[in-house]
């Protein structure tokens, strides 16, 4: 159906033609509209154009982006994957050595239990075999007395005339069994009585003091009545016979009171064999006091095997303790025997022998003590102890034969490459080189002075000359001038300037080796004859002087003139062939500089038998001398002496302040400055300085190792040597470490040789980080400076050759109760020192000391 037609006027209206065109606007022309339409086509296609452009670059940029965002997260993840790859190999490699330590530690605690084990079996075996020895002889009576009683009544049945008699006899024997029994029954009550009346109890010994039950253990009534009782209830079968061992069985036994009742005391720590004794030790005297409640022999098996338990236990936990024991005593022993082997030689006064009959007793005391322990073992404990600390605390002699040789004067040559003229008698000095041989040769750079020397033999007649130890930017320093030296001389050499370098180096090595020569023989002017300065200087200038005869003429000396102990350098220098000729000229020159130490060292050996006794007025008279001209005074001193003399009670001794004072200088943990120290000290600057610093390790070291041990709190002593070395390392090394650094070596030691929590671990570096910082502020420091400082005093006080001795022997165990035992090494050597130097110093500096303190009254 169509829609209607519009009305007529509508239908007009909308197909009339409509136009836009204003009626100002000209009309267009036929081709204009289609130039609009085109010019507005492409408008519209730039536009889309530039917007999809702009769309695509926006688009390419967000691209970008995310590509770059995805890039780095990728790089991140990847730095995150080889961190945490780096940390998995890190903990696998820490956790393989700690499951390598742990598992010795668990192969040596499996065979430890397995021999317990076999132990305790065997003791187990042993006692049930006695158990049922004693019931078969019990059955075997009793099948007897069956059969007699058998045989009694069959024989009564069968003699009836005779019975009156029989039953008599038969009534004796019965009443005799009675009689016995009734006897053991009385004998094994007054066996309990005696030991119960001793009122011995967990509870008694517990209320008790420790030192009034450990003496009361020891009287012959309680053991006594102890050694009756076990013996009774079979605890001792078998070990009657042996001498002491019912004793050191009853010791052991009461030992159980004394572990329950005061452990504290007993036991040193709170390890795995320690817990286990406690419980063995429990297990014992409850089925022991429960047996003392009704006694009846034989005693119940829960009494035997408790007894086996603990003896085991006992047996490894003492074994262990033992063992610390013997290490003492042997260290002990073996400083004995370093104090003889250093005073044996010394033959005046008698002090030898004085020192002799007291380390002689007091070696036999510590023999008996460690063969006690040790058993067989002790010859070789002792002989290894002894071989270890002769060979690292007696001064090292020189093996090697450093005298130098004697040669006839017809092996000199001339060296020139024209005849030799006849020896001038006074050479024309030469101009000095613009770089001298005396610097790189060493010469006597950093050679003590006759005064030094002396004052080194007074404190050590071995002493011995060496090459001056230079620091780290020391050495730098000079080998960065020796290399720019040598490149200098070697070009010059190479450009034909001989005149430059050839006389010099003639005139050094000849007076390097007529130092090495006798100068009234016959060798030392055939020597100095035929190395002409003058003439050499000559043909150099001429260009005709060959440098490489004088280098083989040198060579030629070395092996006549140098010690036995340089053949081998010698030798060695003589066939090298491969390098040129600078670098021999370096070799022989650091030859010619060892041939010249030896040689000094030798005279030095020759004449201290000499020196050593004149030693102390020789320095005496320098020093007053010294004062005389003024070139000292005693500010210095008397500062040191007056500041020591207030910090003690009016009136005491000048040798007692004396002592104080030097101690003061000693034990100070603060920086030693130049200005502080005494003038008395001027040739002892650097022995000062590393004394010092030798008790700063120990006293910081003892401090720290104490308070790791205090802790740890754990059964880990067989690492305290192995910590102490650790320690002793990082506190001592060159250039100092920080000490947030020896800090994290010490955590890193503790957590690599024994398993602990983060917390302690913690707690250890913290500890270690508090000590260093606060220094003598730190209680631990102060209490190990206090000690040590007692200690060394009262061996440096004047006493008897036996006092000494005794001293020396009580070193240790005063050390290990203190708990620093693992430094009685350096504690020593740091005795032995001071010790020497106090003597030397008082000697040479006594008179002006008691004039300061004495007379002065400052």
Known sequence: MSSPKPPAHLEARFSRRRTRRSGTSSPLLPGQASLLATTRRQTLLEARKSHLRARAQHVEKVRRSRADSHSAVAERLLALQESMSAAQKSRNAILAKIAGSCASEVAKAKRTANEMRAKREEETRRLREGFEERMREAERRREAALMERGARRRRRSSVSADGSAVSRAEKEREAARRILRAWRKSRDRRIATGFLALGLTIESVRDADFMAVSTRFQQEEVLKATSRLLLRCGLLEGIEGVEGAVEKCCRTFLSAYLILGHPGEVLSNDGEKEKALITRSKDLLIA????????????????????????????????????????????????????????????????????????????????????????????????????????????KKEKRDTKPREVPSSDATTVSTAPSPAPSPAPTPLPAPQVGFDTVAGGTDGMPSNRQIIHELALDKEFRLQPRKRSQLEQMVEDTAKAAFW????????????????????????????????????????????????????????????????????????????????????????????????????????????????????????????????????????????????????????????????????????????????????????????????????????????????????????????????????????????????????????????????????????????????????????????????????????????????????????????????????????????????????????????????????????????????????
Request: proline fraction near 4%.
């Open 288 to 395: 022991f006091e429960s047996f003392l409640s009704s006694p009846t022999f034989p005693p119940p098996d829960a009494l035997y095997n408790a007894w086996s338990e603990f003896s085991t236990a006992f047996d490894s936990w003492k074994s262990r303790d033992s063992q610390i024991f013997i290490q003492t005593m042997v260290a002990q022993y073996a400083e004995l025997d370093l104090i003889w082997q250093k005073v044996k030689d010394d033959t005046t006064g008698g002090v030898a022998e004085d020192f002799k009959e007291g380390i002689r007793e007091n070696q036999l005391v510590l023999l008996v003590r460690i063969r006690r322990l040790a058993g067989d073992r002790t010859r070789d404990l002792i002989r290894t102890a002894v071989k270890e600390t002769r060979r690292t605390r007696l001064p």
């Open 487 to 858: 490149a200098t001389m070697r070009q010059d050499i190479a450009d034909g300037k001989l005149e430059k370098w050839i006389p010099s180096l003639a005139e050094t090595v000849r007076a390097k080796l007529l130092r090495l020569l006798d100068p009234n023989g016959t060798f030392y002017r055939a020597v100095a004859d035929s190395m002409d300065i003058d003439l050499i200087t000559q043909q150099c200038h001429a260009g005709s002087y060959d440098h490489e005869k004088l280098l083989s003429y040198v060579l030629s000396l070395l092996p006549k003139i140098c010690s036995p102990a340089r053949d081998d350098d010698v030798k060695a220098l003589l066939e090298d062939t491969t390098g040129d000729y600078i670098s021999r000229l370096q070799k022989l020159l650091d030859v010619l500089e060892a041939m010249q130490l030896d040689h000094a060292n030798f005279l030095l050996m020759i004449s201290a038998p000499q020196v050593v006794p004149e030693a102390i007025p020789y320095e005496r008279r320098l020093f007053a001398a010294d004062l005389a001209a003024e070139r000292t005074s005693l500010t210095k001193t008397t500062a040191w002496l007056t500041q020591a003399k207030s910090q003690l009670p009016d009136g005491t001794d000048p040798k007692e302040i004396h002592m104080h004072a030097f101690l003061n200088i000693l034990f100070s943990l603060d920086q030693l400055k130049s200005d502080n120290i005494p003038e008395t000290f001027h040739l002892d600057h650097q022995r000062l300085t590393g004394t010092r610093d030798t008790l700063r390790g120990i006293i910081l070291g003892g401090a720290i190792s104490l308070t790791v041990k205090t802790l740890l709190r754990r059964d880990v002593r067989a690492v305290w040597k192995e910590l102490k070395s650790h320690i002793s390392h990082l506190l001592l090394k060159e250039p100092r470490s920080s000490d947030k650094d020896i800090a994290s070596g010490v955590r890193r030691f503790v957590e690599e040789t024994s398993a602990h929590p983060l917390a302690t671990l913690a707690a250890v570096e913290n500890a270690v980080i508090r000590i260093l910082q606060r220094g003598t502020a730190d209680p631990v420091v102060r209490v190990v400076a206090n000690r040590l400082r007692g200690f060394v005093k009262e061996r440096l006080a004047e006493g008897s050759s036996a006092e000494r001795v005794r001293l020396a022997a009580s070193a240790g165990e005063v050390l290990v109760g203190w708990g620093v035992g693992e430094w009685i090494a350096e504690v020593g050597s740091v005795v032995e020192k001071v010790t020497i130097w106090r003597a030397v110093d008082r000697g040479v500096y006594a008179r002006w000391y008691d004039e300061i303190l004495g007379v002065r009254g400052v």
